[in-house]
C-alpha cells in the first residue's frame, strides 16, 4: 500500500496575508535590506524543497523579477493620493 504524497504546499493560499507581508516590507525596510532579505528566503526555502519544486520557484522568480522594479515612496504616495490600488505580483486582486 502506498502512502498519499506529502506536501507543503497548501491548495489555498492566503493572498491577503502575503500582500500585508510584502506592504510591511516594502515600507519597513529599505533595498538593501529587501535584498538581504529575499537572499535569505530563497537559501531557507531551498533546504525545505526537492530539486523540482527549487526548479519551479527558481522559475517563477525569474519571471517576477522581470516583472517588479522599486517605485521611490514620493511616486507611491502620489498614486495613493489619486486612490490607485496597490498591487503585488502573485496577489490575488
Do not use: C, W
Not at 538581504?36 to 533546504?47: E, N, R, S
Amino acid at each position: 500500500m502506498t502512502q498519499e504524497s506529502r506536501t507543503t504546499e497548501t491548495m489555498n493560499p492566503n493572498y491577503g496575508a502575503m500582500r500585508d507581508i510584502m506592504v510591511q516590507i516594502r515600507d519597513r525596510l529599505t533595498v538593501p535590506e529587501r535584498a538581504t532579505l529575499a537572499v535569505g528566503l530563497v537559501g531557507h526555502l531551498a533546504t525545505l524543497m526537492n530539486g523540482k519544486q527549487m526548479e519551479r520557484l527558481l522559475d517563477q522568480l525569474r519571471e517576477e523579477s522581470e516583472r517588479v522594479r522599486d517605485v521611490p515612496a514620493s511616486r507611491r504616495r502620489e498614486k495613493e493620493d489619486r486612490g490607485e490600488e496597490r498591487r503585488f505580483p502573485g496577489a490575488a486582486a
